[in-house]
């Protein structure tokens, strides 16, 4: 029974894969809006019912780590080095995944994005559903109530920055200024 199970999901990650591996090389070839799901399913060799049990919709096909990121974000809170604030834990975080666009892979990916408005705002709203789950991580690291309004809105403010930190001509500088603002609060208009 185990090795069913196991041929079973193997299969899936397989099928899924393929799908996401399919999406992204016609997405890069052809532009998103220029392919459809059928051509993705046919592309993976899968039915379109297929695809669907696999991704909700055609810009899901393009965002194939969803829960990694919540994983990572939980973890540059709770796994801090000593001596480091959670903002400053954070923005390094988010620094660390800007670096990573300086592949000619990741680069045409992040280009598809930033080209595709459906996409730009599907990556935002995807980034932003980790909200609650960073809080509730800033809430348990610092012995806040899990519904405390501080948390919550740390997290936010550190996920809308990820945005000015990317657009940054000098990310580094952006992240500091952003991480030293969190830290100390606003003072002054």
């Known amino acids: 029974m185990t090795e069913t199970i196991g041929r079973r999901e193997r299969k899936k990650a397989q099928t899924r894969k393929a799908l996401a591996d399919a999406a992204l090389r016609l997405f890069l070839e052809r532009g998103f809006d220029q392919v459809g799901v059928k051509d993705v399913a046919e592309a993976a060799d899968v039915s379109l019912t297929t695809l669907f049990k696999h991704f909700p919709s055609k810009e899901a ?49 992040i280009r598809l994005i930033q080209e595709t ?11 932003m559903r980790h909200e609650t789950a ?12 899990e ?24 990310p580094r500088q952006a992240a500091d200024r952003i991480i030293s603002l969190l830290e100390s609060g606003h003072e002054g208009g």
């Open 61 to 109: 096909l393009v965002f194939d780590q969803e829960s990694d990121i919540e994983s990572a974000l939980v973890t540059a809170v709770h796994d801090r080095p000593a001596g480091w604030s959670i903002p400053r834990a954070l923005g390094e975080h988010i620094l660390r995944s800007t670096a990573s666009v300086e592949t000619p892979e990741m680069a045409s990916f």
């Open 117 to 127: 408005p459906a996409l730009r705002e599907y990556a935002r709203r995807m980034w």
């Open 134 to 145: 960073l809080a509730h991580a800033i809430a348990r690291e610092t012995g806040a109530p």
């Open 147 to 170: 519904d405390d309004i501080t948390c919550a809105a740390l997290a936010r403010f550190i996920l809308d920055a990820r945005d000015l930190i990317h657009r940054s001509p000098n």
